[in-house]
């Protein structure tokens, strides 16, 4: 007897499915698993470090496109799915609800595509934004609030003539 292998479902099957199971109606509990999950987040100095390895790579990488992800979403289940989506597609996150990516503009659009898609699904106030941004706006960043000096990372060196 053979045993028949069970398809692989896409993001967006088994965010229908987990609809169809009642979860757009579910109590928002926040479960160990999410807790767990952010407890885990890299501290920020290395969270930046992963950020500057993309920022790095982009000149080599002339097709690829630098973006953020950003999101508010009350629902912690679908929260955390799209977080692990994102982090499967190679995302990184900077913060809990701060992606950013540099990927060929193909995989951008089918990320939009499919978080659309999954946001469409269900009724919520629930916002997702996409910033495209360039090595320009990269270099002229600023942080408030943590002692990282960003120019630095970023190699940002000014010149001054006498």
């Known amino acids: 007897m053979t045993k028949k292998k069970k398809k692989e479902l896409s993001f967006v099957e088994k965010m229908r499915l987990l609809k169809r199971a009642g979860m757009e109606n579910a109590k928002q509990i926040e479960s160990e698993e999410t807790t767990a999950k952010e407890s885990k987040m890299l501290p920020l100095e290395e969270r930046l470090q ?4 993309i920022y790095n790579n982009q000149k080599k990488h002339p097709n690829r496109m630098l973006y953020f992800i950003m999101y508010d979403i009350e629902n912690d289940k679908i929260r955390t799915r799209i977080s692990k989506y994102l982090e499967d597609k190679g995302c990184v996150r900077v913060q809990k609800s701060i992606f950013f990516a540099q990927t ?3 995989l951008f659009n089918e990320i939009h595509e499919t978080l659309r898609e999954i ?3 269900y009724q919520n106030d ?5 910033v ?3 090595t320009d706006q990269m270099r002229s ?3 408030v609030g ?3 000096d960003f120019d630095l990372i970023m190699d940002n060196k000014n010149t001054l003539f006498f």
Do not use: A, N, Y
Request: charged share 30%.
């Open 132 to 134: 495209p941004v360039s």
């Open 141 to 143: 960043m600023k942080i």
């Open 104 to 106: 060929e503009r193909s």
């Open 119 to 121: 946001q469409d699904m």
């Open 146 to 148: 943590r002692s990282v």
């Open 50 to 53: 992963e950020v500057l390895g």
């Open 126 to 130: 629930d916002s997702l934004f996409f």
